[in-house]
Nanobody
């Protein structure tokens, strides 16, 4: 399986938390640059958080201090812990694995934050 698989989305009230998971194949996960993106209705897909090299991370300004990206190499899984969620965080969240210049996208998981 090349395509990453996301899980963990759902409906949550503003101020709540969710944790998204992204599982990838061991072959890809060991060398790929992993990241989370999101796309709200009518908007372009945007970076949320990603590993840029080793354990170095980058975050969108809009989620800094609220979201945390992490990884478990023993499970070939990347997580996105989302706290203090806001209605504007509502979007489909996608996991991307960049593997030797090729981007593999998951199918996405919907996060809906109610006010």
């Amino acid at each position: 399986q090349v395509q990453p698989v996301e899980s963990g989305g759902g409906l949550v009230q503003a101020g709540g938390s969710l944790r998204l998971s992204c599982a990838a194949s061991a072959t890809i996960f060991s060398v790929a640059v992993m990241g989370w993106y999101r796309q709200a209705p009518g908007e372009q897909r945007e970076l949320v958080a990603a590993f840029t090299g080793g354990d170095i991370t980058t975050y969108a300004d809009s989620v800094k201090g609220r979201f945390t990206i992490s990884r478990d190499n023993t499970k070939n899984t990347v997580y996105l812990q989302m706290n203090s969620l806001k209605p504007e965080d509502t979007a489909v969240y996608y996991c991307r694995a960049s593997y030797y210049g090729i981007n593999y996208w998951g199918k996405g998981t919907l996060v809906t934050v109610s006010s």
